[in-house]
Each structure stands twice: as structure tokens, then as C-alpha cells.
């Protein structure tokens, strides 16, 4: 099948197991978020998929099984993530950012000249997160959304088919979250996205299906609808605040 | 003025302060020293894109210098003693008999030439390949460099009878034919050395201007976010490491024939501390900084050496904390600010601490 596939995903730090046999089938074009107390591995999941920290279990996208592989090789098969705090190259401007995150599959020789105007897809990804104005500012002098959607943008240079995006609204404007919630639906259309979250409000706008996690486990699975009405749902998590 | 414009303009001044202006006002003497200086400014320029652009403090770049200057010396040695003769220091020591094996090939010297510059490069290819590997970065890369030009050193005075040990390589009389004793030809030095670096300096403004070099200075602020982009970034310092060897290996080649000896104490660790200094004062992410920064230093050491010899170790010490405290950007930073001030233009990519 395509999309992301993840069986019996286990991580265990120092004995603290962080996740706990997690399974998890996100088809191609799904909108999938994940939310869950915190603590209860959702992040923790998103690197044991990219490589950052070791896992056992499997994970496979497209056919490829992910495990094992090294952060940088996991990247080139097409999975692109974003960071809770922006990480983006601060002192490079954001048309830089954009065309290093274009880059890897570069030969020597045109690593080692310089840049001449804007190479196609970073003018696409500007115009699709909205940077275009700003393109040639510093990073580091971005608004803290306009640094999310930068990071977005680096996901699309890179032509990544599986973006897992971590609490990209986080500290967003109410005209922000809305503008990101539509870019949701821009990348789904080729791309299948996984976004970590917090804000019921935007889970209810802008999820397809939505993963409960808790204490290192799936709990729930489904609509948005199907997860709300979920008792043990509403007890560990939406049950104190949002039903 | 265009960024473009401004730049070509920098190197026009440099060719001529160094081709025109400082032949005509510098005597014999002062033109030699100059000649040094000049060399450790190479060793300098290549700081500057291993540390200031990628976060690399080579705190260990007196080895570098050295393979390039005892490769150099070598065959000069050779070419001194003539066909078939021992140098000077083998015999007089007079533990040996024939020449050691790994001496033979320098006798040639397209071999000799060469390996000044590949000889490093090589070596820091290794090296490079075991430290970025295994993510050996930041405080614990200066160490290990610092260590592996301790332990150069060391090696090198242990071998009295094939290295000339503490003494090294001294008393070189010629330079591919020519007599370094004549004044004419020392010159001849002089301006095959300010070749090299404004060379040198052309290279690594291509290297910073190029796509690498803002992959670099990616690296040097978020290694690990690089790795998400698809990159090794072991990779990525590897060039900019390696290149800096050569640099040094090239400017370690220079010095031989300008100073007339290499030995180790002007490739250990506080020679090696004395290049990264230059490169602090200067400024290590700008592309000029370095090299003025060297030169600067370099001759400081000199003039407050003549006066007061005991206080320029005191100086010294001052110079690598006061820059890296107040002024983190170097002389070259002090340029930017002004240039802010005039006219609000974005800055290049700046250094405004010191990489963990």
C-alpha cells in the first residue's frame, strides 16, 4: 500500500517506555492529526520515523521500510518534518533557506557556483507560503508564523510526499491559523501530511482523520466526529475541557 | 556601490597595496618579514571558511602548515646537498648512512610540489572522515586538533636524525635554482607568496558566495536541521575543512623559502593558537577579516617584540579574549557597522557568537 505504515512501533529511553507498540495507517492524501496529553509520545513518534531517535517495530512508506535508516538518507526518500520551535537558518535569507532545502540532489559543480535568481520551485514555494514579499530578508526577522510556513516551504522544495508537521499553529495569530489551515489543504492535494496538534478549534476545521495517542499507545481512531464520541477519548483528554 | 563592484574593488586595492605600494615603502628586511606575514594570512583565510563559516574551531593548523613546509624543505634540502649527497644535518648527526625511503621521492619536484599542498589535504581527509563521522564537534574538535599538532611536534623532535628534530629543517641556501641569499630573489619570494594569497582569497570568496557556502554556514548554525534537508553534514565540513589544509599546506610551502627553516616550534600548538588568533581579531566570517587579522597580529608581534619581549605573551592572551568578548565580528565587523549605518543594506551572513 502507499502511504505511511507504522507497526509495533517501540521506543524505550533508558527503561521510560516513551512509545508502546504504536500502529498507525495514514493513506496517501489523508490530513491526518495526532493528538494526545503530553507525554504521550506523539513527537516522540515523529522521530522515531525520521531517524532522530532509535526505534524498533516497522515503519514503512511507499514501500520503503524507514527503521534503521540514518536521518539524512530518510529524508531523500521523500519524508520532510517541521520542529515544535521553528528551525530555520536564521542568519541566511529565506530565499536561501528555501534553495539549500532544494539542494541535496545537487552536483559538486553547481554547489560550488553561486546562486542565479530563483530556481522554479522556490518560486513556487514562496508564492504557496505567501513569502514572496519577504524574500530576501533574513530568516531570523520573521514573524514566528511566517518562520512555520518558511519551514512548510522547505518541505515542498525538498519535494517531500510525507510531511510531518509538529504544532504548526503553536502561538499563531487567529488570521494565521486560518491561512495555515488552508495551506493544509493546498499540500494534501500530492502529498499525505501528519500535524501534531493542539487546538481542538483547528483539528475540527481542517483534520480528515484524526490518532488519539495516550500514554505511548493509539487509543482512537477515526472522523473527527467518531474520536469526539469516544468515551475513552473524552475521558483521558477531550473529556476535560472541549465536549 | 553594488556588492559586485565593491568587491572587485577590495581586490584591486589589495593587488596593489601588495604588488605596488609595499615593494616601493618596505625595505629588504621589512619586505621579508612581510613575506611571512603574508603566509600566515593563508593559513588564515582558510580559518576563516573552516571556523567562521563552518563553526570549526581548527585549533590544530600548525600540522597542516607543517607537512606543507617540511614537504617543501625537504627537497630543498635535496636540491642543496646535489645529487646523491645526504643534507647537511644527516651527516653531521652522523646516525645515517643512505637516505631514508620516505625522503627519496621528495628529490623530485613536481612529487614535492605537490604533496606541500595534497599531503595535507589528505590528512585532514582522514582525519575529517573519523571526527565528522562520529559527530566529534564543537569544544571537543578544538581539543583534538589542538592535541594532534601537540603530538606533531613531538613527533617530530623525536626524529633528530631524519627531521633534524628540535633544530628541523634550517639553513636553506636555494629555491628551485635560485639563491635565497640574493636580495633579488627574496623579492622574487615576496611576490610569488602575495600571488598565492590573493589566489587564495579569490578562492574562498568563490567558496562563500557559492551554494556551498550557504550550505555551510547552515551547517555551522543548525547541523542537525540539515540532516532533515537530505544532507550529511559530515560531508559538508569535510570540504571546508579540507580546503583549509591545503591552504595552510600551501602557506607552510611559502614560509620555507621566505624564512629559510621550518621546524616545530613554528607548527605546534602555540603557533597553531597564534593563526586562530589573527583570524579572532580579524574577524573570522568575513572573507577579508582573517587575512588582515594575521597580518595584524603577526606584526604587532614583531613590533612589541623588538620593544618588550616579555610582555607580547601577556598581548597575546589579551587578543583572543578581548575580540571574542567585545567585538565577536573582528575588525571586519567594524567596517559592516559603519556601512549599516550609511545605508541600511541587509548584512552577509555575520557571526555574532561563539559556535558551542
Given at each position: 500500500m502507499t502511504g505511511l505504515s507504522v507497526r509495533d512501533l517501540r521506543v524505550v529511553f533508558d527503561g521510560f517506555v516513551?512509545?508502546?507498540?504504536v500502529d498507525l495507517e495514514v493513506p496517501e492524501g489523508d490530513v491526518r492529526f495526532v493528538i494526545g496529553p503530553n507525554g504521550a509520545g506523539k513527537t516522540t513518534m515523529i522521530d522515531a520515523i525520521t531517524g532522530l531517535v532509535k526505534a524498533t517495530g516497522h515503519v514503512g512508506f511507499d514501500g520503503q521500510d524507514l527503521l534503521g535508516r540514518k536521518v539524512h538518507r530518510i529524508a531523500r526518500l521523500g519524508i520532510g518534518r517541521t520542529f515544535q520551535t521553528a528551525a530555520v537558518f536564521e542568519e541566511l535569507t529565506v530565499l536561501q533557506n528555501l534553495d539549500i532545502a532544494a539542494g541535496?540532489?545537487?552536483?559538486a559543480v553547481s554547489l560550488l557556483r553561486a546562486r542565479r535568481g530563483v530556481p522554479p520551485e522556490v518560486g513556487k514555494a514562496l508564492e504557496t507560503v505567501r513569502l514572496s514579499a519577504v524574500?530576501?530578508?533574513?530568516?531570523?526577522?520573521?514573524?514566528h508564523g511566517q518562520k512555520q510556513w518558511l519551514e512548510i516551504g522547505m518541505l515542498l522544495v525538498q519535494d517531500a510526499r510525507l510531511l510531518l508537521l509538529d504544532e504548526p499553529v503553536a502561538g499563531m495569530s487567529h488570521d494565521e491559523r486560518d491561512a495555515t489551515g488552508e495551506l493544509l489543504g493546498v499540500l494534501s492535494r500530492d502529498r499525505t501530511v501528519l500535524v501534531i496538534e493542539h487546538d481542538m478549534d483547528f483539528l475540527r476545521r481542517y483534520a480528515r482523520t484524526v490518532t488519539v495517542m495516550h500514554a505511548g499507545k493509539v487509543l482512537s481512531e477515526g472522523s473527527v466526529a467518531e474520536v469526539q464520541a469516544d468515551p475513552r477519548v473524552q475521558e483521558v483528554y477531550l473529556g476535560r475541557g472541549a465536549s | 556601490m553594488s556588492p559586485r563592484l565593491r568587491t572587485f574593488a577590495g581586490f584591486g586595492i589589495t593587488a596593489l597595496l601588495l604588488f605596488a605600494v609595499a615593494p616601493l615603502v618596505l625595505g629588504d628586511f621589512r619586505l621579508g618579514l612581510l613575506a611571512k606575514y603574508l603566509c600566515f594570512a593563508i593559513v588564515a583565510v582558510g580559518i576563516g571558511l573552516a571556523w567562521?563559516?563552518?563553526?570549526?574551531?581548527?585549533?590544530?593548523?600548525g600540522v597542516f602548515f607543517g607537512l606543507g613546509g617540511y614537504a617543501m624543505a625537504m627537497h630543498l634540502k635535496l636540491a642543496d646537498a646535489g645529487p646523491g649527497e645526504l643534507p647537511d644535518f644527516m651527516t653531521l648527526y652522523g646516525q645515517l648512512d643512505a637516505l631514508p625511503w620516505w625522503w627519496a621521492p621528495f628529490a623530485n619536484p613536481v612529487f614535492a610540489l605537490l604533496a606541500t599542498v595534497l599531503l595535507p589535504m589528505l590528512v585532514a581527509l582522514l582525519l575529517g572522515l573519523l571526527i565528522f563521522r562520529r559527530r566529534v564537534r564543537g569544544a571537543y574538535f578544538a581539543i583534538l586538533s589542538q592535541a594532534l599538532a601537540a603530538a606533531f611536534a613531538i613527533l617530530l623532535i623525536g626524529q633528530q636524525g631524519t627531521t633534524g628534530g628540535t633544530n628541523g629543517l634550517t639553513d636553506i641556501q636555494g629555491f628551485f635554482g635560485y639563491d635565497l641569499n640574493d636580495p633579488v630573489n627574496r623579492r622574487m619570494i615576496y611576490f610569488i607568496i602575495a600571488t598565492a594569497l590573493l589566489l587564495m582569497l579569490l578562492a574562498a570568496w568563490q567558496l562563500m558566495r557559492s551554494r556551498y557556502g550557504e550550505l555551510l554556514v547552515a551547517v555551522r548554525d543548525a547541523e542537525e536541521r540539515v540532516r532533515f534537508l537530505g544532507y550529511d553534514p559530515a560531508n559538508v565540513k569535510l570540504v571546508a575543512y579540507v580546503v583549509a589544509a591545503g591552504m595552510a599546506g600551501l602557506a607552510g610551502a611559502l614560509f620555507v623559502p621566505a624564512v629559510g627553516i621550518i621546524s616545530p616550534a613554528l607548527i605546534g600548538v602555540v603557533p597553531s593558537i597564534e593563526f586562530v588568533i589573527g583570524v579572532a581579531v580579524g574577524g573570522r566570517a568575513s572573507l577579508a577579516g582573517p587575512a588582515i587579522g594575521a597580518i595584524a597580529v603577526a606584526w604587532a608581534k614583531t613590533a612589541l617584540s623588538e620593544r618588550v619581549p616579555s610582555a607580547w605573551t601577556y598581548f597575546e592572551g589579551l587578543l583572543f579574549v578581548l575580540p571574542i568578548v567585545f567585538l565577536p565580528g573582528g575588525i571586519a565587523s567594524l567596517v559592516r557597522l559603519r556601512r549599516r549605518r550609511t545605508a541600511e543594506a541587509p548584512a552577509a551572513p555575520a557571526l555574532e557568537k561563539v559556535p558551542s
Open positions: 516513551a512509545l508502546d507498540g541535496w540532489g545537487r552536483r524574500r530576501d530578508q533574513p530568516a531570523g526577522t520573521l514573524a | 567562521g563559516r563552518g563553526g570549526m574551531l581548527a585549533l590544530g593548523q
